[in-house]
């Protein structure tokens, strides 16, 4: 009996397996992010990160992804994590969040198993950009500004662990914080975690309608591009804020060139 091949994802904008070994690759957090969650409850055998994915895009929301799943207590099963990226800084800071929580890493910097192939590579997981249809949707609720997402939500996280990362402890504080007095930092970084989402999307919305290009800590239009990767399923649950954020996008006279890579795996069905 011939034994199954292994389940391998590769992310890095660039690279390939130079041996031409059978993987799933990713050239974005995007899509890096729609592929991991095809392995939620499945074995994934290797997964390949590099840091830097091109202009302003790094691999960090796909190791939040990770950091979130094994906090929640059902972390992914992934026989080994390869950190094969060139950047030492982002390389270790990746290495000591993803073992926290558990995971076998190994870095791997200047790894002879990937390589730079050519322009061909560089179409793999990243589909020509296209519009999906304008959907009609109701009005949007208001919610009471002075209400905290737990009060909300009727559902209570408490404090953080002992030894939570940053982003773990920060979630929970938030989740206590009026929903009114979020700034647009606090809706990036609860926005990127799937948190309260059906709550803070109509306020970072509002907030985006005003200044398509409103920055928190990372940079400009980190606000749009977190709400850009929620996701299909939100949006289709959700047809009233999709229109919404169609309005948003159609306004920006001078959209940057992430825009039109997040847009498609982000708010088409799939």
Known sequence: MTAASPRIILIDDLRSFVDGRRAEVARTSAAGAALLGRYRDQRLDELWLDHDLGEDDTIWPVVEILERAAFEGHRYDIGVINIHSANPAGSAKMAQALRHWGYHVRVVPGSADVGYLG????????????????????????????????????????????????????????????????????????????????????????????????????????????????????????????QRLHAVIDAIADPPKWLTTDLLPALESP
Request: hydrophobic fraction near 40%; charge should be negative; proline fraction near 9%.
């Open 119 to 242: 322009e061909s590579a560089l179409n793999e997981s990243r589909p020509a950009p296209r519009r999906p249809g304008r959907p009609q949707g109701g009005p949007v609720a208001t919610v009471d500004p002075t209400r905290s997402l737990e009060d909300l939500e009727g559902h209570h996280w408490g404090e953080a662990p002992d030894g939570a990362t940053r982003l773990v402890a920060t979630a929970h504080e938030l989740r206590r914080k009026p929903i009114g007095e979020l700034t647009v930092e606090d809706l990036r970084l609860l926005i990127s975690q799937r948190v309260g989402l059906s709550h803070l999307v109509p306020i970072a919305l509002d907030l985006l309608q005003n200044d398509p290009m409103a920055e928190g800590d990372m940079y400009e239009g980190d606000l749009l591009r977190a709400v850009l990767r929620i996701g299909p399923d939100f949006w289709a649950a959700h047809t009233d804020l999709l």
